[in-house]
C-alpha cells in the first residue's frame, strides 16, 4: 500500500506522523511511505524521520491565513504587516497546490492522511482532484480551518477526544486518542518521584506541564 502523510508548521503536526509510520512499519513492512511538510519545518522533520532512510519526506510551499480573534476585521486590513504576509501566502499556497498535485500524481497514494497544519490544505485539495481517499486526524476541540474545509472530503475523522466534542458527521468520526511514539513510556510512581526529586521538587508535589503552540498554551 501507497500511504502519503502530510501535516506542518509545529512539531505537534508532525510527531504524531513519526508514530503512525513506525506502527504501519511494524504492521506491514513493506508499505511505501511518503510524508509531506512545508519547507520552513523540513529540516525539522528530516530529522524526526532519520531514522527510517526509507520513508521520503518532501517540502512544499504552504501558506497560512492569518487571523486573530481578538482583533477586528478592520485591523487585519490595516496592520500591514499581517496584510502583507496574507497576501504573500496567497501566491504560496498556489504554489504548494500545483507541487502537491505533482508529489500526488508520481507518490499515486492509496490512502492520503493530513494531520493537520496549514499544509495539509494544498495537499488535501491536490488528493481531492485526483480522487484520493482522504483520512483526517484533529487533536483540537475547537477544529483549526484546514481540518473544517478538508472534513468534507474526508473518508474518515479521527479524533484525540469523545467525538461529542466535534461538530463533523458523526458516521465520519472514530475515536482513537491522540498517535504516540512507542519511545514514550508511562513512567511509574518510583521514577516520578525520582525525577521530581532531580528537579528540586517534592516527591509529593504535584507538577502542572503547560505546552504547545497556537492557543495551546
Same mark, same amino acid.
Given at each position: 500500500? &501507497?500511504?502519503?502523510?502530510?501535516?506542518? *508548521?509545529?512539531?505537534?503536526?508532525?510527531?504524531?506522523?513519526?508514530?503512525?509510520?513506525?506502527?504501519? @512499519? +511494524? #504492521?506491514?513492512?513493506?508499505?511505501? +511511505?511518503?510524508?509531506?511538510?512545508? @519547507?520552513?519545518?523540513?529540516?525539522?522533520?528530516?530529522?524526526?524521520?532519520?531514522?527510517?532512510? !526509507? %520513508?521520503?519526506?518532501?517540502? %512544499?510551499?504552504?501558506?497560512?491565513? &492569518?487571523?486573530?480573534?481578538?482583533?477586528?476585521?478592520?485591523?487585519?486590513?490595516?496592520?500591514?504587516?499581517?496584510?502583507?504576509?496574507? %497576501?504573500? !501566502?496567497?501566491?504560496?499556497?498556489?504554489?504548494?497546490?500545483?507541487?502537491?498535485?505533482?508529489?500526488?500524481?508520481?507518490?499515486?497514494?492509496?490512502?492520503?492522511?493530513?494531520?493537520?497544519?496549514?499544509?495539509?490544505?494544498?495537499?488535501?485539495?491536490?488528493?481531492?482532484?485526483?480522487?484520493?481517499?482522504? %483520512? +483526517?486526524?484533529?487533536? !483540537?476541540?475547537?477544529?483549526?480551518?484546514?481540518?473544517?474545509?478538508?472534513?468534507?472530503?474526508?473518508?474518515?475523522?479521527?479524533?484525540?477526544?469523545?467525538?461529542?466534542?466535534?461538530?463533523?458527521? #458523526?458516521?465520519?468520526? @472514530?475515536?482513537?486518542?491522540?498517535?504516540? !511514539?512507542?519511545?514514550?513510556?508511562?513512567?511509574?510512581?518510583?521514577?516520578?518521584?525520582?525525577?521530581? #526529586?532531580?528537579? *528540586?521538587?517534592?516527591?509529593? #508535589?504535584? +507538577?502542572?506541564?503547560?505546552?504547545?503552540?497556537?492557543? *495551546?498554551?
Amino acid at each position: 500500500m &501507497r500511504i502519503l502523510a502530510a501535516g506542518g *508548521g509545529s512539531g505537534g503536526h508532525v510527531t504524531p506522523l513519526k508514530a503512525i509510520a513506525h506502527q504501519l @512499519r +511494524i #504492521q506491514n513492512p513493506s508499505d511505501d +511511505i511518503s510524508v509531506i511538510t512545508n @519547507r520552513e519545518f523540513s529540516d525539522q522533520a528530516n530529522m524526526l524521520f532519520s531514522g527510517h532512510k !526509507d %520513508i521520503k519526506v518532501h517540502s %512544499i510551499f504552504a501558506g497560512k491565513y &492569518r487571523r486573530y480573534h481578538s482583533k477586528s476585521a478592520l485591523w487585519h486590513i490595516l496592520h500591514m504587516p499581517t496584510l502583507l504576509k496574507n %497576501i504573500r !501566502d496567497v501566491f504560496y499556497l498556489g504554489i504548494g497546490f500545483m507541487q502537491s498535485m505533482y508529489l500526488v500524481a508520481i507518490i499515486k497514494p492509496d490512502v492520503v492522511f493530513c494531520k493537520g497544519g496549514f499544509v495539509c490544505i494544498p495537499v488535501g485539495l491536490a488528493s481531492r482532484l485526483l480522487n484520493k481517499k482522504i %483520512i +483526517i486526524h484533529d487533536s !483540537d476541540t475547537r477544529p483549526g480551518l484546514t481540518n473544517r474545509i478538508l472534513s468534507r472530503w474526508a473518508s474518515v475523522i479521527a479524533t484525540g477526544m469523545p467525538t461529542e466534542f466535534y461538530p463533523y458527521e #458523526q458516521s465520519k468520526m @472514530r475515536y482513537l486518542g491522540m498517535p504516540v !511514539d512507542t519511545q514514550f513510556t508511562v513512567l511509574t510512581d518510583a521514577a516520578r518521584g525520582k525525577f521530581k #526529586q532531580q528537579l *528540586g521538587f517534592e516527591t509529593s #508535589q504535584k +507538577i502542572l506541564l503547560v505546552t504547545g503552540g497556537g492557543n *495551546g498554551a
